[in-house]
């Protein structure tokens, strides 16, 4: 990734897409998480799309249509101890693993959502 490249515009929106199905299709595999989600996963999907495309130097549609992300007070609602940490990282850096992408793009994806999830953790 050259430095001056966003993570979005190295991935691309489809790549964030596929990324995002991936960990959704992780998250139905995976019990404690699956609870915590409604029956239909479409609407979060959608969500964490727009979410991701923000954070990663995209276009700011989520902040039009949700407003700043306030990502703590949004999950903490949901107990989220160690373990529900770990359940969704690994969701989700598998997905990382499922696509092709530059090691400079993965480690500066990963160090984000490493850092993500341990903020979320209100347990």
């Excluded at 690994?90 to 793009?105: F, G």
């Amino acid at each position: 990734m050259n430095s001056p490249q966003s993570i979005y515009e190295s991935l691309g929106q489809e790549k964030i897409k596929l990324l995002v199905n991936h960990f959704y299709k992780n998250v139905e595999k995976t019990q404690d998480l699956r609870k915590l989600y409604p029956e239909d996963l479409a609407p979060a999907e959608e969500r964490l799309f727009l979410f991701l495309i923000h954070v990663f130097g995209g276009p700011h549609t989520y902040l039009e249509l949700r407003g700043h992300p306030m990502l703590r007070k949004r999950h903490f609602q949901w107990p989220i101890d160690g373990a529900m940490r770990n359940s969704w990282l690994n969701c989700m850096l598998t997905a990382i693993d499922q696509i092709t992408m530059e090691t400079e793009v993965k480690e500066a994806i990963q160090s984000y959502f490493v850092k993500a999830a341990n903020h979320m953790i209100n347990q």
